[in-house]
């Protein structure tokens, strides 16, 4: 097991639509996420990796933005300004 993969969240984004029947839902390895039944629409197939991009996409940012306060609160202190 790589040191980037747990139990709970074995795959790696960004995920895509499977070329060949374009019922599954592979990570960036190609592994299987998920595989929709037959005559599900593409674009149901399609929306679910967005869904699943934006989710990835989301809480990336939400680390970044409490990065950036953590940094700029280390630097305010640092520096020696007071928050008023």
Not at 22 to 30: T, Y
Request: with cysteine; net charge positive.
């Amino acid at each position: 097991m790589n040191t980037t993969e747990s139990a709970s969240h074995p795959f790696w984004p960004p995920y895509r639509v499977g070329r060949k029947q374009k019922r599954a839902v592979l990570d960036s390895r190609g592994l299987e996420v998920v595989i929709f039944p037959e005559h599900t629409p593409t674009l149901m197939v399609i929306e679910y990796c967005m869904f699943l991009n934006n989710q990835h996409i989301n809480q990336h940012a939400q680390f970044l933005e409490k990065l950036l306060v953590a940094l700029n609160e280390n630097l305010r202190l640092k520096n020696g300004v007071k928050m008023e």
